[in-house]
Each structure stands twice: as C-alpha cells, then as structure tokens.
T-cell receptor
Framework: SQQGEEDPQALSIQEGENATMNCSYK?????LQWYRQNSGRGLVHLIL?????REKHSGRLRVTLDTSKKSSSLLITASRAADTASYFC???????????????FGQGTILTVHP | SQTIHQWPATLVQPVGSPLSLECTVE??????LYWYRQAAGRGLQLLFY??????ISSEVPQNLSASRPQDRQFILSSKKLLLSDSGFYLC?????????????FGQGTRLTVV
C-alpha cells in the first residue's frame, strides 16, 4: 500500500514563484526522501531527511519533517521552467531500527512552471 | 563513479510471452538492489529487493519473479505475461548505512503487453 500521500496532486506556477508540496505518511520512519521524475524517465534523488532532523536545505530546496504529525514538505524557491517535473516523497520505514532501503512512495505532485 | 544500466528502454510483448529485464550496477560492491513498478500517473510500488547474491524478497504477490545471479546484476522475469503486467519498471540500488541512504534509479523500461 502507498504510505505517502502527497498534495497537491498538481501545481501550476509562474517562474520565480515558490512551490510547496506536502507529504503525509502513516508509520514510523528511518528517513524520508524526495525524488524528481521527468516525464518517462527514471527518478533522481533530491534530498534525504532523517527522522531525528527537522529541516534540511540543498540549494533552492528546503525540506521540513514533523514526525509528530507524520508529515513533510518540500519547498522549491525561485522556481524555473526546468523544475517542471513530478515530485515524489518516499519513506524508509523503521523495521525495528533497521533500514533495508525499501521505499514506500507517495502518488506524487506534478509541478508545472510556466516561463 | 557508480552507474546503473537498465534495458531495454521500451518493450512490447504479447500476452503469454516470457519476459526478461536486466539491470546492472557498476562502481559499487554488494549493493542492495530493487525492482519497482510504476503505473501510469502513480507512485512507485516495490516488487522485489535483494541484499545479496541469490537472496530475493518479494513484496507483493504477482506474476513476476526476480533473480540475482551476480553481485551487481538483477533480473526481472516472467514465464507468461499478463495484460496487467504493463507498466514502467525501474531498477534501483542503494548501499545500506545506518538508518538508510538514498536510492539510485535506472532509466526504466516501459513494458506494454498486448
């Protein structure tokens, strides 16, 4: 079953605006990851945040994690047309403190950035 | 540097025919390997994972099987394809450290069963 649920399902913005995507999950996790997928291609890892972290930055990306609410958000600042893609959150669930690297993905958010 | 190769990129197969998709990883030893399937417009679903040669775990009951004959080779197979096997198949690898690390994905195989 899909643990991660993302919203919105689709987001359309203008270049230069910020894009925020949210993800909720159900079980305890080792980490939560965000991936990007261009149409018809493989997934590219963007950022990983561990269960004991609350916020992480990478370039124009900012990820927050609230384990009490079992939710995460991905913020892309100053968006560009090249950011147009599908974005997925994925959780690596805690199997008694062991990670097997098995990821449970959300349904994704389709981001369209208009030039 | 590590790379992952997955082929073919696209495949059209008739119902009842066999399937073999191959994935190889370069530049790392003893990776964890994974097969995911993505239905159109949906997220990925984990099908199989492997922590070592000959060690395969299935996550969902299905018409497919997986094998790992070598450390960096992962194969997805079927003896007889069903229409419902159509989808986008992605191979991935990761190296387990502590409480998890990122996964690296191949470019995927789009399988259409007709």
């Amino acid at each position: 079953s899909q643990q991660g649920e993302e919203d919105p399902q689709a987001l359309s913005i203008q270049e230069g605006e910020n894009a925020t995507m949210n993800c909720s999950y159900k079980t305890s996790i080792n980490n939560l990851q965000w991936y990007r997928q261009n149409s018809g291609r493989g997934l590219v890892h963007l950022i990983l945040i561990r269960s004991n972290e609350r916020e992480k930055h990478s370039g124009r990306l900012r990820v927050t994690l609230d384990t009490s609410k079992k939710s995460s958000s991905l913020l892309i600042t100053a968006s560009r047309a090249a950011d147009t893609a599908s974005y997925f959150c994925a959780t690596d669930s805690d199997a008694g403190g062991t990670s097997y690297g098995k990821l449970t993905f959300g349904q994704g958010t389709i981001l369209t950035v208009h030039p | 540097s590590q790379t992952i190769h997955q082929w073919p990129a696209t495949l059209v197969q008739p119902v009842g025919s066999p399937l073999s998709l191959e994935c190889t990883v370069e530049g790392t030893s003893n990776p964890n390997l994974y097969w995911y399937r993505q239905a159109a417009g949906r997220g990925l679903q984990l099908l199989f994972y492997s922590v070592g040669i000959g060690q395969i775990s299935s996550e969902v009951p299905q018409n497919l099987s997986a094998s790992r004959p070598q450390d960096r080779q992962f194969i997805l197979s079927s003896k007889k394809l069903l229409l419902s096997d159509s989808g986008f198949y992605l191979c991935a690898w990761s190296v387990l450290r502590g409480r998890g690390t990122e996964a690296f994905f191949g470019q995927g195989t789009r399988l259409t069963v007709v």
